[in-house]
């Protein structure tokens, strides 16, 4: 039995040596030895062998599927006035002119129906879809049957995943967090200096660079020269909650957030006494006024390092971009907008919080094949004059839509968990009355009251 133990001790013994010096010191030093780029590579080849044959296999059958199935919805592009225009002259008797018509029922129908079966929003709450299976069950539950040889490949990518890198990752992201939780207590214990800031910085960056290998994030930064500075604010899309890891390998930042209980809140505490992150109690996030007051004499402070804000307020596919809300905007400074595009071939990185817990979602990124992105740091921008917060926050996330080659909605992603505001509908009736009556849709709308 002791001999079991001795031989178990040395072979943690050894584990723990090759990822401490081949992983964990080259990471805190920000050093690549280069196995994650050859493992990317040696991934790349081989999704692209699967995906032709797949594409062999299932070609006549996706080719009647699409045939079958393409064009469903053809929606049309064009305003409520010019579609139910065309509605009206297309009628037998050549509709026209503003009085209410009972053809027009039918451009609200085709417009409920449309979105019935495929709207903006609940597509931009689920996983994005491939253009070819990359060996993991949740991309496709159905792609391992397809031949033997292909269902070996699979296991084998299963055992890969879950048998050697799982156990890796979940070494790295230990070593990081002990080291996040145990370096800022240290530094914490310093009196306020330049020396502590930096320190706070060095403990910080390496905790993240560390936890990326625990993902084998492969990350490609664009334009560093752009990077947020001290005394600004840092607006991002949303994808994840390791867009953190993923910004914070290239640079420092100030969080903000809810102050959280158990583990979350451990580290937070310890990240607290090093740095001056703003953590809000549950009152304040409901006071507004008071978080404004305090994240306006953080970025006052041109020596605090910039403020991190996701203004979408929710995890969105990777997809799109949605409504900013305008509360980061408000505050004055300068913002530094930065784009993140996931690469869902190797991973989906978007954490679909209304299906899977923050354990199940660590425990899927574990299990992909990897972590691969690319982020653009963007020229900063500043309030214009007479601009308002909604139309600087809409100019904000206009421009982090079209470098990240994301879709550009105005919709909130609130919508994720609540029903459409009353707004809403009340601007689409406005829209209407404004037609009919022919007067402006304000004045319109209270005479159709």
């Given at each position: 039995?002791?001999?079991?133990?001795?031989?178990?001790?040395?072979?943690?013994?050894?584990?723990?040596?090759?990822?401490?010096?081949?992983?964990?010191?080259?990471?805190?030093?920000?050093?690549?030895?280069?196995?994650?780029?050859?493992?990317?590579?040696?991934?790349?080849?081989?999704?692209?062998?699967?995906?032709?044959?797949?594409?062999?296999?299932?070609?006549?059958?996706?080719?009647?599927?699409?045939?079958?199935?393409?064009?469903?919805?053809?929606?049309?592009?064009?305003?409520?006035?010019?579609?139910?225009?065309?509605?009206?002259?297309?009628?037998?008797?050549?509709?026209?002119?503003?009085?209410?018509?009972?053809?027009?029922?039918?451009?609200?129908?085709?417009?409920?129906?449309?979105?019935?079966?495929?709207?903006?929003?609940?597509?931009?709450?689920?996983?994005?879809?491939?253009?070819?299976?990359?060996?993991?069950?949740?991309?496709?539950?159905?792609?391992?049957?397809?031949?033997?040889?292909?269902?070996?490949?699979?296991?084998?990518?299963?055992?890969?995943?879950?048998?050697?890198?799982?156990?890796?990752?979940?070494?790295?992201?230990?070593?990081?967090?002990?080291?996040?939780?145990?370096?800022?207590?240290?530094?914490?214990?310093?009196?306020?200096?330049?020396?502590?800031?930096?320190?706070?910085?060095?403990?910080?960056?390496?905790?993240?660079?560390?936890?990326?290998?625990?993902?084998?994030?492969?990350?490609?930064?664009?334009?560093?020269?752009?990077?947020?500075?001290?005394?600004?604010?840092?607006?991002?899309?949303h994808t994840s909650p390791i867009d953190i890891v993923i910004l914070a390998n290239d640079g420092c930042y100030a969080m903000v957030g809810q102050v959280h209980g158990g583990l979350m809140g451990v580290i937070q505490r310890s990240m607290v006494r090093s740095c001056p992150h703003v953590w809000f109690e549950r009152s304040e996030m409901k006071d507004r006024h008071a978080a404004a007051k305090r994240l306006k004499d953080h970025i006052a402070d041109k020596t605090k390092l910039p403020i991190l804000i996701?203004?979408?307020?929710?995890?969105?596919?990777?997809?799109?971009?949605?409504?900013?809300?305008?509360?980061?905007?408000?505050?004055?400074?300068?913002?530094?907008?930065?784009?993140?595009?996931?690469?869902?071939?190797?991973?989906?990185?978007?954490?679909?919080?209304?299906?899977?817990?923050?354990?199940?979602?660590?425990?899927?990124?574990?299990?992909?094949?990897?972590?691969?992105?690319?982020?653009?740091?963007?020229?900063?921008?500043?309030?214009?004059?007479?601009?308002?917060?909604?139309?600087?926050?809409?100019?904000?996330?206009?421009?982090?839509?079209?470098?990240?080659?994301?879709?550009?909605?105005?919709?909130?992603?609130?919508?994720?968990?609540?029903?459409?505001?009353?707004?809403?509908?009340?601007?689409?009736?406005?829209?209407?009355?404004?037609?009919?009556?022919?007067?402006?849709?304000?004045?319109?709308?209270?005479?159709?009251?």
């Amino acid at each position: 039995m002791e001999g079991a133990w001795d031989i178990a001790f040395v072979l943690f013994h050894v584990w723990l040596s090759i990822v401490v010096g081949l992983i964990v010191l080259p990471a805190m030093f920000g050093v690549s030895l280069g196995f994650t780029d050859i493992y990317i590579k040696v991934l790349v080849k081989t999704l692209e062998v699967i995906a032709w044959c797949s594409f062999l296999l299932l070609y006549l059958v996706s080719f009647q599927i699409h045939n079958v199935f393409s064009g469903i919805i053809e929606k049309d592009d064009g305003s409520m006035e010019e579609e139910i225009g065309e509605l009206r002259r297309s009628h037998p008797k050549n509709l026209a002119g503003g009085d209410f018509t009972l053809c027009d029922a039918f451009y609200f129908c085709k417009k409920g129906i449309e979105n019935i079966v495929e709207d903006q929003v609940t597509q931009r709450f689920t996983s994005e879809e491939l253009a070819s299976w990359n060996l993991l069950t949740r991309t496709n539950n159905n792609f391992r049957y397809i031949s033997v040889r292909l269902t070996i490949i699979w296991g084998l990518g299963v055992f890969i995943r879950y048998c050697i890198l799982l156990p890796l990752r979940i070494t790295l992201a230990v070593i990081g967090l002990s080291w996040l939780v145990i370096g800022t207590t240290l530094v914490g214990l310093l009196p306020s200096s330049n020396a502590k800031n930096w320190l706070s910085d060095l403990v910080h960056i390496t905790c993240y660079r560390i936890c990326a290998r625990a993902l084998s994030a492969t990350i490609r930064y664009h334009n560093k020269e752009n990077r947020p500075k001290k005394g600004g604010i840092c607006v991002a899309n949303h994808t994840s909650p390791i867009d953190i890891v993923i910004l914070a390998n290239d640079g420092c930042y100030a969080m903000v957030g809810q102050v959280h209980g158990g583990l979350m809140g451990v580290i937070q505490r310890s990240m607290v006494r090093s740095c001056p992150h703003v953590w809000f109690e549950r009152s304040e996030m409901k006071d507004r006024h008071a978080a404004a007051k305090r994240l306006k004499d953080h970025i006052a402070d041109k020596t605090k390092l910039p403020i991190l804000i996701f203004p979408e307020g929710t995890c969105i596919n990777n997809t799109s971009v949605m409504m900013f809300k305008k509360g980061s905007f408000e505050i004055g400074g300068t913002i530094y907008p930065v784009a993140i595009k996931y690469d869902p071939q190797f991973g989906d990185a978007f954490w679909n919080s209304a299906k899977y817990n923050m354990v199940s979602y660590i425990l899927r990124m574990m299990t992909s094949w990897a972590i691969v992105c690319n982020v653009w740091y963007l020229l900063p921008m500043t309030r214009q004059d007479g601009e308002d917060a909604v139309h600087f926050a809409n100019r904000v996330k206009s421009a982090i839509a079209q470098q990240g080659g994301l879709v550009d909605l105005s919709w909130d992603g609130g919508l994720k968990r609540e029903k459409v505001k009353e707004s809403f509908k009340e601007e689409q009736q406005k829209m209407y009355s404004s037609m009919i009556v022919g007067l402006d849709s304000g004045l319109a709308f209270s005479l159709s009251l």
